[in-house]
């Protein structure tokens, strides 16, 4: 059974930077680098947003509100894929969520920015 564990979420001040990760459980690294990856985010009253998405020999592609200064990236070796934030906004306060193939969701990992 795949399952997907998000970790790397805090407290941050405005203009700081955080880096989640989500690592693959269940699956083989040859597997987990043909799986398309996304990332998501839930703020308070808010619907979800897709922040990010990289897709098998597609590319990765970001939502405006974040192009620029998050990165995606993935370590098929560890089978984890990685959410760098920087120059972090309070408005980029959410649950932030690991996806696979539109399927499966990991927990969720919290990012406040506050100061």
């Known amino acids: 059974q795949v399952q997907l564990v998000e970790s790397g979420g805090g407290l941050v001040q405005p203009g700081g930077s955080l880096k989640l990760s989500c690592t693959v459980s269940?699956?083989?690294?040859?597997?987990?680098?043909?799986?398309?990856m996304a990332w998501y985010r839930r703020a308070p009253g808010q619907q979800r947003e897709r922040v990010a998405i990289d897709r098998f020999a597609g590319g990765t592609d970001y939502a405006d509100s974040v192009r620029g200064r998050f990165t995606f990236s993935k370590d098929n070796a560890k089978r984890t894929v990685y959410l760098q934030m920087n120059n972090l906004r309070p408005e980029d306060t959410a649950v932030y969520y690991c996806?696979?193939?539109?399927?499966?969701w990991g927990q969720g990992t919290q990012v406040t920015v506050s100061s």
């Open positions: 996806n696979k193939d539109d399927r499966t």
């Open positions: 269940g699956t083989t690294a040859s597997l987990f680098n043909l799986y398309t």
